[in-house]
């Protein structure tokens, strides 16, 4: 069975900082996606970033890029330039199977992210 | 283009009754997800339709049932409701095509049951 295991909780970062918040996946399937995605309080889940199993290259999207090592079954997340509005909670996701037949999504746990001044 | 939308925002029922949530995904998008949230157990899978069609089910009891009309529309139902439903209930819409991997989530529908 799929697992996805965020360690840290709570994570500190100061503004213009850069914050890597860690994920780390389990899965025997071959063909899967990672995605990270960031929840302000307000409770709505907002897409950041997603990851093939294929894609050679890690994935980038603005601020935001993954850190993806295939060998080490970790996706992790690096914010650049910390802002304010990044502090939420921010939670880290597969899905297993082609992108065609799958939309079942497994989460982690959640890193509460604060950003301060 | 609209984003994902859900209705009601918020939802106060008591032990016992049943309720209806309702979810509109992103014109296009054919596949509707929808994840149970709370403090205890976390984001979990519901079931996700596709074409009308109930494609996979997460393990919650039968109280909980969904479908999905022909304009992609979908409708998530619980009956009987307990005092541990009490939660972000949120969907997903996602167009599935080959190379199409973002599932976008609507602001979710806060369930309070008393």
């Known amino acids: 069975a799929q697992k996805i295991t965020q360690t840290q909780p709570g994570m500190f970062v100061q503004e213009k900082e850069a914050v890597t918040l860690d994920c780390t996946y389990d899965?025997?399937?071959?063909?899967?996606?990672l995605f990270w995605y960031k929840q302000p309080s307000s409770g709505e889940m907002i897409f950041l970033i997603y990851?093939?199993?294929?894609?050679?290259q890690n994935a980038t999207e603005g601020r935001y890029s993954l850190n993806f090592q295939k060998a080490r079954k970790s996706a992790n997340l690096v914010i650049s330039a910390s802002q304010l509005g990044d502090s939420a909670m921010y939670f880290c996701?597969?899905?297993?199977?082609?992108?065609?037949?799958?939309?079942?999504?497994?989460f982690g746990t959640g890193t509460r992210l604060q950003v301060t001044l | 283009k609209a984003g994902v939308t859900q209705t009601p925002r918020y939802l106060i029922k008591t032990r016992g009754q049943q309720v209806t949530l309702s979810c509109s995904p992103i014109s296009g998008h054919r596949s509707v997800s929808w994840y149970q949230q709370t403090p205890g157990q976390g984001l979990q899978f519901l079931f996700e339709?596709?074409?009308?069609?109930?494609?996979n089910k997460g393990n919650f009891p039968g109280r909980f049932s969904g479908r999905q009309f022909s304009n992609s529309r979908s409708e998530m139902n619980v009956s009987t409701l307990e005092l541990g439903d009490s939660a972000l209930y949120l969907c997903?819409?996602?167009?599935?095509?080959?190379?199409?991997?973002?599932?976008?989530f609507g602001p979710g529908t806060r369930l309070t049951v008393l």
């Open positions: 997903a819409s996602s167009f599935q095509g080959e190379d199409y991997n973002e599932q976008f």
């Open positions: 996701a597969m899905r297993e199977g082609n992108t065609g037949t799958a939309s079942k999504l497994t």
């Open positions: 899965t025997s399937d071959q063909s899967y996606g």
């Open positions: 990851q093939g199993s294929y894609d050679e």
């Open positions: 339709y596709f074409s009308e069609t109930q494609r």
